[in-house]
């Protein structure tokens, strides 16, 4: 797919998805049933039994729904014309400004024309105030468990594939996207961080989230260098992505990471590689500053062409499974 024509497709098959989807209804499906609602309030998880599998999703629509265990959680998904069945899942995570529809309404067309199922969360402010670091203890829900629960629904309904997913984040999106492929790599083919604003360091001299060191406000999460590093990652920052406005500060993190989104992403790069010869893995992790580039995911998506290098770079190139195997994004 070269960029110019897939940039053509993603601007007309995307304008048709905004015409198509409803904002006033919080799903275009049924609602779940009485007892599932009683199910997932009661605690127990929500397996095939429980999900209505014959829910047909709309397909070349964006498809907002509430998660059959948790109503009040809302995401986007998008089902390309080709079908849902054993196509790769992609993943996309907002920003700090939580605009999950409009991530979702510009990546439409693109995962029209890679035929892939797209999914969309959209981690609010009340329930999720830091999700951008997994969602510790007292603070908010666990972003990364609840996007877990929503793969499971989405696969089990369109017959997605069950492989390792393809993530993008912006900003915000970014700092979970990169902190979820370490702490799951197992779970993720390959990822595109884009903006964000500091990273987790591959060190276990720092507690997380600004090491991999073991931190009791998420007790169940566990890094494994010589695991998280065969993950290919590549970092997108914009070249003009060097003001302070909404950018975390303090005397230590700056010293370590850098004052603007542009030394920490060249930073945190830099570290990954160097764990990566530490372990003796081959380096995954690669950077790439966009001539022009402002911190705007609007602008980084119109100007920079931000969507046409994400689906570049996760399905035009081979990925790495944990053992090192390369496998293309495909059907089946």
């Avoid at 997932?40 to 829910?55: D, E, F, I, Y």
């Avoid at 948790?70 to 899942?89: C, N």
């Avoid at 507690?207 to 931190?215: A, D, H, L, T, V």
């Amino acid at each position: 797919m070269k960029p110019d024509d897939a940039g053509t497709m993603s601007a007309n098959l995307a304008r048709s998805a905004w015409r198509e989807v409803d904002d006033s209804n919080p799903s275009v499906l049924p609602a779940p049933s009485a007892d599932s609602k009683l199910v997932a309030r009661g605690g127990a998880s929500v397996g095939p039994t429980a999900l209505q599998k014959n829910w047909s999703l709309r397909k070349n629509q964006i498809v907002r729904r509430a998660l059959q265990a948790d109503p009040a959680q809302e995401y986007f998904v998008y089902v390309p014309s080709t079908g849902g069945h054993s196509a790769p899942l992609f993943v996309a995570i907002h920003g700090i400004s939580r605009n999950a529809l409009e991530v979702a309404k510009t990546f439409a067309g693109l995962a029209e024309a890679a035929g892939v199922v797209m999914v969309v969360p959209h981690f609010t402010a009340d329930r999720y105030p830091d999700y951008q670091r997994l969602g510790r203890t007292e603070s908010g829900m666990r972003a990364d468990l609840v996007l877990d629960s929503i793969l499971q629904e989405v696969v089990w309904i369109t017959g997605a594939s069950t492989a390792p997913m393809y993530l993008f984040g912006y900003s915000g999106g970014a700092q979970f996207a990169h902190r979820y492929a370490m702490a799951y790599p197992h779970r993720v083919a390959r990822v595109v961080v884009a903006s964000a604003g500091w990273y987790t360091l591959p060190t276990r001299q720092r507690r997380f989230p600004y090491g991999i060191r073991r931190n009791k406000a998420i007790p169940s999460i566990r890094f494994d260098p010589e695991e998280f590093l065969r993950v290919p990652i590549a970092v997108i920052v914009g070249e003009l992505d060097v003001g302070s406005e909404g950018l975390r500060h303090s005397e230590r993190l700056d010293r370590e990471q850098g004052l603007t989104r542009v030394e920490r992403a060249r930073n945190w790069v830099e570290a990954m590689q160097a764990a990566a010869a530490e372990y003796h893995v081959e380096p995954l992790v690669t950077y790439t500053q966009v001539p022009g580039g402002e911190h705007s995911f609007a602008l980084m998506m119109e100007r920079s062409k931000l969507g046409e290098r994400v689906f570049e770079t996760l399905f035009a190139a081979p990925s790495k499974d944990s053992n090192g195997n390369d496998h293309r994004a495909k059907r089946g």
